[in-house]
Each structure stands twice: as structure tokens, then as C-alpha cells.
């Protein structure tokens, strides 16, 4: 039996939760069919969460899913442009016309869902961001120069979590947008998604005594985003995400982390999110994503 | 004697890619490798170590290159940082002070030295004092600053400890960086 899964018309890191919770148990049984015929747009989050998905189905031994494209030509259009198909060809079994991915000129997706698999492709992906970056940060978004440097620090530090802690390959994708309903402004969005073990289980065996009853996917989180441990006893580690989360608090970012049943965000002033989700449908691995709004002038 | 140690060259040795980026810590570990082997092959006083041509250091490599050399003591030789971006900067600034550790930095072409990390605010203070003034004793910095001689020597250990300053009977040098 095959089972439906229909993909969000608006695919991001809200809609993310209802598209977890149709996949309910987790491995499922049935065979899947991702429709996303109906989306009308998916951000960077969305479409790492969806090969994730299919990843996560492929590393359970569970059938090759199906994945029916979106009908809308822009939308396909892009999902090429941004290398989704290209990745996707080898985790699901696609239906529809796919476009072959075409570019022209300076685009706004900074970084093509990548793979990210070994140190050697955060390399790959830190020297592919650095001119875009720039372009972007420092022309369009209105940040100081150094920042295009913390944001490639942020982004390397983001990838070099799935080669140290997943224990499985995970993906990357970098783009920058309009924010019209959340801020009305441009933003830059990093979207790092694993199929790995989840936060929870990768921190367990170190610190889950001290959480004791307290102990699951968002304690796991929240020691790690706030309290920056990590599964590592040498004492240099966990300072990445302890980085990103203040360099975040200087522009008014907001990183959001969900592993397993719960989401940590730390939240800027012009986004309603709630800090910490818990008893969210179970997703596989770990899902970053970190957001850079365009600076606003400050009044003299 | 010095020696400067080129980082932009161990990198690419190291990852055998025309990269510019010290990122990531398997990258980070075998640049440090190649430093300690250098460092066994030499007797000098002071290590450069040249980031010139780097174009970012992530954490991990900070940790990896620079906090982890100073925490095994390796080498009897103090490390000078040179050739440093101002982002650079903040990579390792970071964290060394998450380790309670500190290193001396000179921009380029300059002289005048940055600490970066982590000292006692007593030791920052001896620390500029010496860079400014050339070699002094403990009673030379208790009146260069209005300080009791006790916490000079005690500010002084800390420098000597962290190898930031070259002790010699009762004087204590700034770090060569020529």
C-alpha cells in the first residue's frame, strides 16, 4: 500500500511540523508518495527536509518513496535552479517534468542544496559562499564587511555538526529572500538538515544523568544551544553554536534547531515563535536554520 | 632565534586543495601536526606563526591550530601571531578566552603587539607596559604603574607563564619579533 504525503503549498520551517506529523510512526511501513504537486513555494528548509526525508527512508531500508513535482512551472523552475532535483533523483522515485536547472546571472541562491558528507565539502561549501556572500550581506542586507567572514564561520560550523555528530551524510542549502508577512525585509537563509542521530541521542551517554527526569530532545537541545555541551569531553568543543547564537543577537538573527520532537529557537524582536516546541511529530536527525535580516537604519 | 611558519603553506599541504580556508578540525589538527613537527626540528625562541593569505579561520580551526598548540606546552618556544585579519581576530580571541588561554599578536609590518584571550587585567596592563618601555624588573613596573612590587611579580608570573614575556634573571623582555 502506498500512503500520501502531501508536501505544504508553502513549505518552510513553519509548515514543516504538519509535514512531520504525515509521516506519522516513524520508520512508516507503507510506501510513501511525497505530493507536491500543490506547492506553491518551498524555502531552503523545506527542500533539505524533504530530501531528509527521503534519506531517512532510504537508511531504514523502507522502499524508494515517490515524489510528484510541483505543477507550477516557477516553482519547478527554481526547485532545478536551487539543485533540488539533482539530489532528489537519487532518494525518490520522481514524477512529473523536471526542468533542467538553468542559470543566468547573479541568482539568489547562494548555495545549491549540497551534500554534506566529509570535512572536505565544508570546504567546498565555505569557498563557494565567500563571493556570493558578500554580494548579498554587504550589498543588499546592509551588514559590515567582517560580517560575510562570521556568516562563512557560521555556515562551516553549522556543516562540520553533521560530520561530527550525525553519524550519517546531511545537506546544506543557502538563499536569500523577502521576508513579506514575518519582517518585510531581505533575508539571508542557512538551512543545514541531517538524517543522523538527533541531538538527544548524540549528547545522551555524556550528559542525560545530569537532566535526569528532564532528560529528551528538547533538554538535549537546550544544552546544547544555551549551555554549549557537547558529547566530546575536550573542553574546546561546543563553542560553534555558542558563536553563531551571538553573533546572531547582534543582528537581530534567529537560529532555530529541531531534533526529534522539539524545536529550540532563540528569537529577535520582530519574529513570534515560541523559544522551546516540544512533543512535535518525531523527524529524523537534526534541522538548523539561522536567519540574517537586512539591518535597519538606526536613527542618529 | 625566530622562526616563521607560513600557515597558508601547511594548509595546503595539509589538504592538498588550493584552499584559503582554515576551516573545519581534521584540517585544523593536521595544520597543528606539521607546526609541532616543524617546531621539533627547530631550537628557536619565538615561533611566527603567519596566517598572511588565510582568508577565514572558523572556530573549530582556531581551537584546533592555536588553543590546542599553547595547551600542550610542546615546545619551550613563544608564539607570535602574525599576518592576522581583524575577523581572525575574533575566531581565536574566542576561544582562547573559553580556554583561559593567551597569545600575542602583531599586525602587519607593525611592532605593537595585541593580546589575544584571556590574562588577569593586572597582566594586560604589565603586558603593555613591557611592549612600551623595552625590558624591566618587577620594581620597574611597580613604578611605572603605582603598583605595590607584590603584584607586579604576581602580574609578571602570569606573562611568564603564558609565555608572553622572555624572563631573564630579574628582567623580563618583550617577545622578538626580529
Known amino acids: 500500500m502506498t500512503r500520501v504525503i502531501e508536501v505544504p503549498a508553502h513549505f518552510d520551517d513553519r509548515s514543516f511540523d504538519s509535514f512531520a506529523e504525515g509521516l506519522g510512526e516513524w520508520p512508516p511501513e507503507e510506501k510513501l508518495l511525497f505530493d507536491a504537486r500543490g506547492t506553491q513555494w518551498a524555502s531552503p528548509y523545506g527542500l533539505i527536509g524533504l530530501l531528509t526525508a527521503g534519506q531517512a527512508l532510504a537508511e531504514s531500508r523502507r522502499e524508494k518513496p515517490l515524489l510528484t513535482v510541483p505543477v507550477a512551472d516557477e516553482v519547478k523552475r527554481y526547485w532545478a535552479r536551487a539543485g533540488f532535483f539533482q539530489q532528489a533523483s537519487e532518494l525518490f522515485e520522481l514524477h512529473g517534468k523536471v526542468p533542467r536547472a538553468t542559470v543566468t546571472g547573479p541568482s539568489d541562491v547562494l548555495l545549491d542544496v549540497t551534500p554534506v558528507r566529509a570535512s572536505e565539502d565544508v570546504h567546498s561549501v565555505v569557498d563557494k559562499i565567500s563571493e556570493g556572500a558578500s554580494r548579498i550581506l554587504h550589498g543588499e542586507l546592509g551588514l559590515e564587511m567582517k560580517a560575510t567572514l562570521r556568516f562563512s564561520m557560521a555556515l562551516s560550523e553549522a556543516c562540520q555538526n553533521i560530520v561530527e555528530h550525525a553519524g550519517t551524510s546531511g545537506w546544506v542549502a543557502v538563499q536569500a529572500y523577502t521576508f513579506r508577512r514575518r519582517l518585510g525585509r531581505r533575508v539571508v537563509v542557512i538551512a543545514v538538515s541531517d538524517a543522523g542521530v538527533g541531538f538527544r541521542r548524540s549528547l545522551e551517554s555524556t550528559h542525560a544523568k545530569r537532566f535526569g527526569e528532564r532528560w529528551g530532545d528538547g533538554a538535549a537541545l537546550e544544552a546544547a544551544l544555551i549551555q554549549g555541551v557537547s558529547r566530546f569531553r575536550d573542553p574546546g568543543r561546543g563553542q560553534g553554536l555558542a558563536f553563531i547564537k551571538r553573533f546572531l543577537d547582534q543582528w537581530e538573527g534567529k537560529i532555530s534547531i529541531r531534533s526529534g520532537t522539539a524545536r529550540l529557537s532563540i528569537v529577535p524582536p520582530w519574529d513570534e515563535d515560541v523559544p522551546l516546541s516540544e512533543r512535535l511529530s518525531f523527524f529524523p536527525g537534526s534541522q538548523v536554520q539561522i536567519i540574517i535580516p537586512a539591518q535597519q537604519e538606526r536613527p542618529q | ?178
Not at chain 2, 595546503?12 to 582554515?22: D, I, W
Not at chain 2, 620597574?140 to 634573571?169: F, K, N, T
Open chain 2, 1 to 178: 632565534m625566530i622562526e616563521t611558519i607560513r600557515i597558508g603553506h601547511l594548509l595546503r599541504e595539509a589538504v592538498s586543495a588550493p584552499y584559503r580556508n582554515l576551516v573545519t578540525r581534521p584540517t585544523g589538527a593536521a595544520v597543528r601536526s606539521r607546526i609541532e613537527e616543524a617546531l621539533a626540528r627547530s631550537n628557536c625562541g619565538t615561533a611566527m606563526l603567519d596566517f598572511s593569505g588565510i582568508e577565514l579561520v572558523d572556530l573549530s580551526c582556531a581551537d584546533e591550530v592555536v588553543a590546542k598548540l599553547l595547551l600542550a606546552g610542546r615546545s619551550a618556544c613563544c608564539f607570535v601571531l602574525q599576518g592576522l585579519r581583524e575577523d581572525h581576530h575574533e575566531a581565536i580571541d574566542h576561544v582562547l578566552s573559553h580556554h583561559r588561554l593567551a597569545v600575542a599578536a602583531v599586525p602587519p609590518g607593525g611592532c605593537e603587539f595585541r593580546l589575544l584571550g584571556w590574562v588577569p587585567p593586572d597582566a594586560r596592563e604589565a603586558f603593555a607596559c613591557i611592549c612600551d618601555r623595552g625590558p624591566l624588573t618587577a620594581s620597574d613596573v611597580s613604578r611605572a604603574l603605582g603598583w605595590p612590587e607584590v603584584r607586579s611579580r604576581e602580574a609578571l608570573r602570569q606573562l611568564a607563564l603564558r609565555r608572553l614575556v622572555r624572563p631573564a634573571g630579574e628582567l623580563y623582555h618583550p617577545l622578538s619579533t626580529a
